[in-house]
């Protein structure tokens, strides 16, 4: 069986980093997901938060076969139009100053810990070199950002690793105050928490943040990976913080299924970052970069009015379902927290047998539906977690 071959192929010659689900995804239609024997699924994982259009969204695909026509890559050694477009349309969004394309979440928050410490070592000396961030935090897979993640279980056999980087409790501002020496370069968090439990911070904690950053002119970092590009009902999670960032991270959502990590910064951060001290050989990539135009261009006022509309009756349906303690995240980035001893790997899998894809984080569930989902596919999502939780 098809099924069976693909399985044990993937077991023979992919490297096992992952624990996958016995399940071969074909293909996709927006909420859809279809296995190798034509058995549906509603998806409310989008790839882990990218496919923010769904499965092969009309626009997108017409924007990126049009480009892959035309030309599918250059160097950065000559100019292309597309990444520029796309860079204006981040920049007028967000009210940044200057983009930098790489190809993937830890790739763009790497370039922003060395935008930050470029700028500290060019502005005060060396001596300012060290990056805060969050207890629980995640920042990425390669050596500097495995090393920014807050977590002592993602380090564990990897060392020695990138020096200066510590960690404070996430909403507690004395330890931040207490941490922040002057060898203190920058602050680096998520708005919300993805893989550390989907945990939204205190706005008050961020503006107390923010004040003290700014009196000391330590950058503050926001890795919008996952809770970017509309995520959350905002174009980034920091506007429903009122934050005003100095260097902002994309990745996940911002290429509607293709590869791509941003880094935001304005012009003060940008100004240090000259010819030769960073680069991507695949960043910016043309293809990649209309289809991420596509995406944002699809994401107007009416559209962000359905995100916003969907995550109320995602969340209104979900607290009134058995053995549900909490509802936690920001807009359609949702965890979900259990009682009665349910476990949410348990919960994921039996959504699975049911026809609904849905993630975990720590010991919550995870929704992360495309954001084009309708007030139906909200429905049949709860209908299938209401039937599996009242049989837990
Ligand atoms: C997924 C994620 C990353 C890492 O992105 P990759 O594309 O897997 O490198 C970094 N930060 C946050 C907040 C993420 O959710």
Request: charged share 20%; hydrophobic share 40%.
């Amino acid at each position: 069986m098809q099924t069976e071959k693909v399985i044990r192929r993937d077991l023979k010659y992919i490297m096992h980093t992952y624990n996958r689900s016995p399940l071969v995804i074909e293909r996709g239609e927006g909420m859809t997901a279809y296995d190798a024997q034509g058995n549906a699924y509603l998806d409310f994982t989008s790839g882990i938060g990218v496919n923010s259009l769904g499965y092969c969204h009309p626009a997108w695909v017409s924007a990126v076969t049009e480009q892959a026509g035309k030309l599918s890559h250059t160097s950065n050694l000559y100019y292309t139009a597309p990444d520029g477009k796309l860079a204006k349309r981040l920049c007028r969004r967000t009210g940044m100053d200057k983009v930098f394309f790489g190809n993937s979440g830890a790739e763009a928050n790497e370039g922003a810990i060395k935008c930050a410490r470029k700028y500290s070592t060019v502005t005060y000396g060396p001596a300012r070199s060290k990056v805060l961030t969050l207890v629980n935090s995640f920042h990425g897979r390669t050596l500097a950002t495995l090393k920014a993640t807050g977590q002592e279980v993602f380090h564990k056999d990897f060392g020695p690793f990138p020096e200066n980087f510590d960690y404070v409790p996430a909403n507690d501002f004395a330890a931040l105050e207490a941490a922040a020496d002057e060898t203190v370069c920058a602050v680096m968090m998520e708005m919300v928490q993805g893989e550390g439990g989907v945990v939204a911070l205190d706005a008050d904690y961020l503006q107390k943040v923010e004040k003290f950053c700014r009196e000391r002119d330590i950058l503050i970092i926001v890795d919008e990976v996952q809770t970017g590009v509309g995520r959350t009902g905002t174009f980034l999670a920091c506007e429903h913080y009122n934050i005003k960032p100095d260097i902002v991270t994309l990745a996940k959502g911002l290429g509607g299924g293709l590869p791509i990590g941003a880094v935001l910064t304005t012009d003060k951060v940008a100004a240090v970052m000259g010819p030769g001290s960073h680069g991507s050989t695949f960043g910016g990539n043309p293809i990649v970069c209309a289809g991420a135009c596509a995406v944002l261009d699809t994401m107007d006022d009416e559209f962000m009015k359905n995100v916003n509309d969907r995550a109320v009756q995602l969340r209104a349906g979900l607290e009134k379902l058995p053995h549900v303690k909490q509802v936690t995240g920001l807009g359609l980035m949702v965890g979900i927290a259990f009682e009665d001893g349910i476990k949410a790997a348990d919960v994921r899998t039996a959504c699975e047998h049911a026809g609904l894809l849905v993630l975990t984080a720590k010991d919550r569930l995870r929704l992360l539906p495309p954001l084009i989902l309708s007030e139906q596919d909200v429905d049949h999502a709860l209908k299938i977690l209401s039937g599996v939780l009242e049989k837990a």
